[in-house]
Nanobody, 121 residues
Framework: VQLLESGGGLVQPGGSLRLSCAASGFTFSRHWMYWVRQAPGKEREFVVAISWSAASTYYADSMKGRFTISRDNAKNTVSLQMNSLKPEDTAIYYC???????????????WGQGTQVTVSS
């Protein structure tokens, strides 16, 4: 199983980034996909989830209207478009997978290695 994130970097406040995650080694189209983030000294934080078919998405309140998740089951990829970024969005962002919907990050089955997002002027 492999989840490989890309697209992180340094961006100014108000800017945008697009994260991508390439999955392999499991039945991608039968897993919910998640983005989770962890800021220095803080617990892992649920960001967003997307269902198998992309019919359902769930966002943490602080990301609604700014972040958009999408997936391509033909390419086994999931993406996160992040707009209007704030300094408090600075964190390592992880791609994760689970068979069902859960807001508890401890219930996710597979994890990527993470990609750093830094929002700073």
């Amino acid at each position: 199983v492999q989840l490989l994130e890309s697209g992180g970097g340094l961006v100014q406040p108000g800017g945008s980034l697009r994260l991508s995650c390439a999955a392999s080694g499991f039945t991608f189209s039968r897993h919910w996909m998640y983005w989770v983030r962890q800021a220095p000294g803080k617990e892992r934080e649920f960001v967003v989830a997307i269902s198998w078919s992309a019919a359902s998405t769930y966002y943490a309140d602080s990301m609604k209207g700014r972040f958009t998740i999408s997936r391509d089951n033909a390419k086994n990829t999931v993406s996160l478009q992040m707009n209007s970024l704030k300094p408090e969005d600075t964190a390592i962002y992880y791609c994760a997978a689970a068979r069902g919907l859960s807001y508890s990050t401890y219930e996710y089955d597979y994890w990527g290695q993470g990609t750093q997002v830094t929002v700073s002027s």
